[in-house]
C-alpha cells in the first residue's frame, strides 16, 4: 500500500517544495493496474465575499466514466475538507492503471476554468498495487 498526499496550487503560482501546479502530470510511483481510496481533500480558495460554488478535480485516473458526474464534485464556501472514514468507498476507484503519473485539474465545474480564487489544495490517497 501506499498512501500519497499531493499538494496542487494554482498553475500561475510557484510549486512549493513538495507540490505541484495545477493542470500538470504528477509523477507516482506506482506501475500497473491498481485500486485508488481519496482519504482526505482539503481545498481553499480566497473566496469571494463568502461565495460558494462547485469545484471539481478533473483527472486522467480518478475518473468514473460511467457517471454522468464523472470527476470529484464537492462546494467550496471558501474552503472544503473532505473526509472518508477508514472503509468506506465514497471515492473509491477499483482496477484502475496508474503508469508512472496522474494529472491533477482543479476547475469551477460551470465554466472549467482553474477557479480565479484557487489558493491551494491538499489530497490525500491510499493505493494498493497489483490488483488482479
Known amino acids: 500500500m501506499t498512501i500519497l498526499q499531493l499538494i496542487i ?3 500561475a503560482a510557484a510549486a512549493p517544495a513538495f507540490g505541484f501546479k495545477n493542470n500538470t502530470r504528477i509523477p507516482v ?3 500497473g493496474v491498481c485500486s485508488i481510496k481519496v ?3 482539503q481545498y481553499h480558495d480566497t473566496g469571494a465575499a463568502g461565495t460558494a ?3 471539481q478535480i478533473r483527472s486522467d ?3 468514473a466514466p460511467k457517471s454522468p458526474c464523472p470527476f470529484i464534485t464537492f462546494i467550496d464556501k471558501p474552503s472544503a475538507v473532505v473526509n472518508f472514514e477508514n472503509g468506506v468507498k465514497e471515492y473509491s ?3 484502475v492503471v496508474v503508469n508512472g503519473g496522474l494529472t491533477i485539474n482543479i476547475v ?3 465554466n472549467g476554468n482553474e477557479p480565479g480564487t484557487f489558493e491551494y489544495c491538499v489530497i490525500t490517497l ?3 498495487e497489483n490488483i488482479n
Open 53 to 55: 460554488h462547485i469545484v
Open 39 to 41: 482519504v482526505n481533500i
Open 93 to 95: 476507484y477499483e482496477r
Open 9 to 11: 496550487v494554482p498553475a
Open 61 to 63: 485516473v480518478l475518473t
Open 29 to 31: 510511483p506506482v506501475f
Open 126 to 128: 491510499q493505493i494498493e
Open 108 to 110: 469551477n465545474a460551470n
